[in-house]
Every structure is written in C-alpha cells, then in structure tokens.
C-alpha cells in the first residue's frame, strides 16, 4: 500500500480487486512464516482485516501438515472464539484432528464449545492429551513448563505485553505475530516511569519489542479492511494509519443503511408529556436528523452545548440513550451489495461504546431493558468486536482538560471502526477548542520510539469529518 485509500493495482497496472490483493499479501505471509528463514513475521492489520480468518488459516494448513503447534491470545473470550472456528475449520478440513483449550482449574466452557467433538478442554497439557493444535492466554501458557512446539502463533500481539513475550519465548522457535497497530496498547495501573526509554521496559508491545531487537525480521500489512464500509475508509485510515493505509473491501453504494419507519418520540428514554414537548435531553427531531445523517453518510455527531460537566454527564447519557432507542424503534435494516445480503439491525448488533466504566453503568442505566440486548462497554472490552451500528460517547465531550488517557489515539480507535453500517458519536461542542488549549505535551523519552499519530493528531482529523455529519441541539 502507498497510502490511506489506495486502490492496489496488479501486475500490468490492471486495478485488484481487494479479494485478489488480500489473497496476494496473505500467500506472502504464509510463505515466509513456514519459510523457516525468520524467527518471527509480524503482521500488521486494520480494524476488520481478518485477522482471526489469517490466524485460522496458518494453523489449520500446520496441523493438516502434520505440525503440531500452539497459539497465544490475550484474553479468555479470544482463546474460546479461536477454539470455535478452528474447530469448525477443521472438522471440514480434517476431522480427526483436535484442538486443545488449556484453561486454568475449574475453567467451565462457554456453550459455544460444548459438543464441539474436535475439541477438548484441560487446566494441564496432560489433560489434553497432546492435541494438534493448543490455544491459550499469554498468561496461562506462562505456567507451562518441559515443553516446547516449533509453531507457535501470537493473536492480538500489540495488545500483549513485552515482559509476557518474555515469559513464554522459551516455548517455542518459530512465531506469527498478529495484531492491530493502531488500537489500544497494553496498559497497566501501576506507574512506569521507572523504566521508559529502558530497552526492556514491560509496558512496551511484543511486537514492539521485538521489532526493536530485530531489524530484520519481516513486516507485512494486511491490505483490505472487510468490516468498515467505504465511508470509514478515509478518515480511520488518515486518523491512525497514516504510513501504511488501507482499503476497504466495498465501494461506495455497497452498504446501506435504511429505516422501516418513523417510531414514535415516545420512544426516547423520558418519553413525550401530555403537551406535545420532548422530555429534557435530546430533541425527537435531532435524534432522527442524526440517524437519518449517519445512515446516510456513514457518520453522525450528536452535538450538545458546551458545559463543563461530571464524567456521567446526564444530558449526554441520555443521548446517548435516546439514539440508540430511536434506532432499534424506526425499524433499521442493513444491506450489503456486496454479499446480497439485508437483515433488520436488531439489539444485538448494536454497541454503546464510552470511555469510564462508570459511564457505560450510567448508559445502561439509561437503556432500562434494552441494557441486557445491546452491547454497552468501554473501549478495552469492545476492541476486536465488530457490529452494525455504533454509538459513541466521546472521551473528551464536556471535559475541562485533555489528559494522556482520553487523548490515546488507539481509544478512539477502536470506539470509531466497530461498525459495518454507521457510527454515531454523541459529544458537547467545543472539543476542538479543548484541544487547541491542550496541545499534546506528553514528554519525550530517550530511547523511546514516539508513536504517531499521536492522540492530539488523531482527535483532529476525526473531529474534521465528524463536523461534516454535525446535528447539534
């Protein structure tokens, strides 16, 4: 890729198409991971790049090869939903081979993996027996001790930790390493100043880490975004993937997002009085005109007043609230044009996305009984998901400063390319102008390479567009 949106073109100067330009780079990387030339290949992806489906495939060509290997995740819902699809992949590919979970003591499998006959489930390797293919946390694979594979497979490798690498590296010879750049680097509640800039600093990324120890190692970019539609293309791409770029795999018109009906403005979360007057908090009309907007460009910004406010600011919770109500009520259905497929967007496929634990507690609060159907979560738990529709708080809405953790640009990452249909942010007027007075002013450390775009950077060139799709109250 040459830049953000590039459209890659093939031998001959002929325009690929985004199947043939991710099939291209996808041979390129199983070729040199299976090469034996390199102790690891990194791989770099967009939001909905197929980072799983890649995973899948490398370790279920290993297996029917007769390799046996282990793969790493970083948290237990990651490690089941690995479970399932190679599981499924195999049981097409090669049905009498199995797929260990290596869990910790009294560990219950989800519903998803019972009767999953290619499966089986352990708090030891003993247990299980010498599957073919072992899948587990960074955490549990830590414990593990006198065994070793030549295979191993990292998921989600930005999100692990350097000293977690660390702990299981003596386990195996040969590593892909997967994982997204642009969303949230791992993070700790204990202060690190002790050892930034320090080679061997703990809360760096495995893959920074091993990027910084060898220069030599390949690097590949998965080329083809599949989740976000064409309208995120641009601005994801600008906001946090300056250097590398992406495209997505449909075009303008492939995905569409349309209403069944009106609902009614008893559908906000304060209902309508006698008098024909909304509750306070959102407007009936300007929760409509925003739905209407995002659904028909891709984005939407909710914009209230400016105020200084509580972290739970109440008039944005119940926006927040409001929109997503007046979604599920006006009968929304996505289609995609590219698939040939339509389908109502039901609760389950829509995420409430804010920054504070105490925020989402408030937003589902808000939501009553639809707070048990729809996802509402912070950023660290929605990552790696994906939905149709989302609806954001933003983290700097109603604040009085700009602090390092409201600014991380991989936050705002992952709360803005969830969605295949449309994203709807909800936020008080005058973020830009926080931003002009907090300029970034983080410290520079020796040694330390700088991550760019930084948060400041980012939060601009998503505010500029957001501004474009604006209905404020």
């Known amino acids: 890729m040459t830049g953000a949106g590039a ?46 489906t890649l995973v899948v495939r490398a370790a279920t060509g290993l297996a029917v090869d007769g390799e046996r290997l282990m793969i790493v995740a970083q948290t237990n819902e990651q490690v089941d939903d690995l479970v399932e699809k190679l599981a499924v992949a195999l049981a097409d590919q090669a049905p009498d081979l199995r797929v260990g979970r290596l869990g910790r003591a009294g560990y219950v499998p989800p519903p998803r993996l019972d009767g999953l006959p290619n499966v089986v489930v352990g708090s030891d390797l003993k247990s ?9 946390t960074a955490a549990k694979w830590a414990y593990v001790r006198d ?21 299981i590296a003596r386990l195996f010879e040969q590593a892909l390493f997967v994982g997204d750049p642009g969303q949230l680097d791992p993070f700790s509640t204990v202060e690190n100043d002790r050892w930034r800039g320090l080679t061997w600093d703990p809360m760096q990324s495995a893959v920074a880490v091993l990027l910084r120890s ?12 599949w989740r976000l539609p064409r309208s995120a293309e641009r601005v994801v791409a600008d906001a946090f993937y300056p250097f590398t770029g992406f495209r997505t795999g449909n075009d303008d018109g492939d995905r569409r997002l349309t209403f069944t009906g009106r609902g009614s403005a008893g559908d906000l979360a304060g209902g309508v009085p006698a008098g024909g007057v909304p509750a306070r908090g959102a407007g009936a009309g300007a929760v409509d005109d925003v739905l209407d907007v995002a ?19 109440a008039e944005a ?10 979604l599920l009520a006006r009968g929304a259905v996505a289609s995609a044009l590219d698939r040939r497929d339509e389908h109502p967007v039901t609760a389950g496929q829509v995420a409430v996305g804010a920054a504070h634990r105490d925020q989402v507690a408030a937003i589902r609060a808000a939501l009553g009984e639809l707070a048990g159907d729809v996802v509402v979560d912070t950023a660290n738990r929605l990552q790696g998901r994906e939905y149709d529709v989302t609806v954001v708080l933003h983290p700097l809405s109603g604040r009085r400063d700009a602090t390092a953790f409201h600014l991380e640009a991989g936050r705002l990452c992952v709360l803005a390319s969830r969605h295949r249909q449309a994203c709807v942010v909800v936020a008080r007027a005058g973020i830009r102008e926080l931003l002009d007075t907090h300029p970034s002013h983080e410290p520079v450390h020796l ?27």
Do not use: C
């Not at 299980?128 to 587990?136: K, N, S």
């Not at 065994?147 to 702990?167: H, T």
């Not at 190692?217 to 975004?225: A, I, T």
């Not at 659904?295 to 739970?312: C, D, F, K, Q, V």
């Open 147 to 167: 065994s070793a594979w030549r295979w191993a497979i990292v998921d989600e490798a930005y999100q692990m930790r350097s000293d977690a690498l660390l702990a």
């Open 295 to 313: 659904a028909a460009t891709g984005w939407g910004l909710l914009e209230l007043p400016p105020r200084y406010t509580l972290r739970t600011d």
């Open 128 to 136: 299980l027996a010498d599957p073919d293919i072992t899948v587990a």
């Open 7 to 52: 459209r890659v073109t093939g031998a001959g100067g002929r325009l690929e198409s985004p199947a043939a330009a991710a099939e291209r780079v996808i041979t390129a990387i199983l070729a040199d991971f299976r090469s034996g030339r390199h102790r690891g290949v990194v791989v770099d992806s967009p939001p909905g790049a197929g980072k799983s």
């Open 317 to 326: 919770v119940r926006a927040v609230a409001d929109v997503t109500r007046r």
């Open 447 to 473: 040694r330390e390479p700088v991550r760019f775009p930084d948060g400041w950077a980012a939060n601009q060139t998503v505010l500029a567009q957001l501004e474009r799709h604006a209905v404020r109250l």
């Open 214 to 225: 060898n220069h030599d190692l390949p690097v590949h970019n998965l080329p083809v975004s």
